[in-house]
């Protein structure tokens, strides 16, 4: 059988056919997998959000602890220099 122009340009377009939606799977399985990228990539994101937020409140915690011990030290440097000078008073 002899195959006509009409028909040899129908079968091109055909394969053309079929190529163009394997091309559009293909794009559309990588269009997927770039969302499903970037869901990890958000999800990864929030993670290290929450992680620093933790860090920042246990600096802050460290901080007041500083400032807390700071003051204890203040506290008793004041309450010996107070001792020695009664006791100075008393061996003058």
Not at 25 to 41: C, D, I, L, T, Y
Not at 60 to 85: A, L, T
């Amino acid at each position: 059988m002899v195959n006509t122009r009409s028909q040899t340009k129908m079968a091109d377009n055909a394969d053309l056919l079929a190529l163009l939606a394997e091309m559009k799977k293909s794009m559309e399985k990588g269009q997927e997998e770039m969302k499903n990228g970037q869901e990890e990539m958000k999800n990864g994101q929030e993670e290290m959000k929450n992680g620093q937020e933790e860090m920042k409140k246990g600096q802050e915690e460290m901080k007041n602890k500083i400032q807390g011990v700071k003051g204890k030290i203040e506290e008793v440097r004041m309450k010996f220099k107070g001792r020695s000078r009664k006791w100075k008073k008393k061996f003058k």
